[in-house]
T-cell receptor
């Protein structure tokens, strides 16, 4: 099986712009979660989608949003980018409900805001 | 508010010796704990987990210990191998299967030949 894929792998944006990141989960996985990794902060949970519905949300401002499509692919969007949004954004997929809860992570998208 | 803390940013261990990585948590509602390993340019990969009803879980060279009263867990790697050099994250959740994981900041482990 192919692993979790994220596109693009690297992105440079300017303050005030918006950005959309994409995540394709492992085939058959219905849950997709997003995390932000910054130096010294570890991974911080953004949100989780399951069957096109947001099930869980972390403590991030409304500028961070996401969605999931019927094929389980997910996108996250950050509007009005700030310098502090520079980070590695990771998505993880999980079977959930089919006997498997383990999260499998993609390689991440490195976002740099200048 | 860091609910899961890894107080050692880095650790250096001789090949063949034991590596001990530590993690503390503050939220007593956490019921399930996991360790992930991350190589550069890759996503974290699941290593081992433990439920709060246990105090030890073993998988090959990896053992996780949980001390609920102290809100402390540790990962032991014996013997340490050069391929174990990576960043290790501990994570916690409210129950097994919860998709919202709370991660620590990570500890960079370096195994010296």
């Amino acid at each position: 099986k192919a692993g979790v894929t994220q596109t693009p792998r690297y992105l440079i944006k300017t303050r005030g712009q918006q950005v959309t990141l994409s995540c394709s989960p492992i085939s058959g996985h219905r849950s997709v979660s997003w995390y932000q990794q910054t130096p010294g902060q570890g991974l911080q949970f953004l949100f989780e989608y399951f069957s096109e519905t947001q099930r869980n949300k972390g403590n991030f401002p409304g500028r961070f949003s996401g969605r999931q499509f019927s094929n389980s692919r997910s996108e996250m969007n950050v509007s009005t980018l700030e310098l502090g949004d520079s980070a590695l954004y990771l998505c993880a997929s999980s079977q959930v409900g089919a006997g498997g809860y383990e999260q499998y992570f993609g390689p991440g998208t490195r976002l740099t805001v200048t | 508010d860091q609910q899961v803390k890894q107080n050692s940013p880095s650790l250096s261990v001789q090949e063949g010796r034991i590596s001990i990585l530590n993690c503390d948590y503050t939220n007593s509602m956490f019921d399930y704990f996991l360790w992930y390993k991350k190589y550069p340019a890759e996503g974290p990969t699941f290593l081992i987990s433990i439920s709060s009803i246990k105090d030890k879980n073993e998988d090959g060279r990896f053992t996780v210990f949980l001390n609920k009263s102290a809100k402390h867990l540790s990962l032991h790697i014996v013997p340490s191998q050069p391929g174990d050099s990576a960043v290790y994250f501990c994570a916690a959740s409210l129950y097994q299967g919860a998709q919202k994981l709370v991660f620590g900041q990570g500890t960079r482990l370096t195994i010296n030949p």
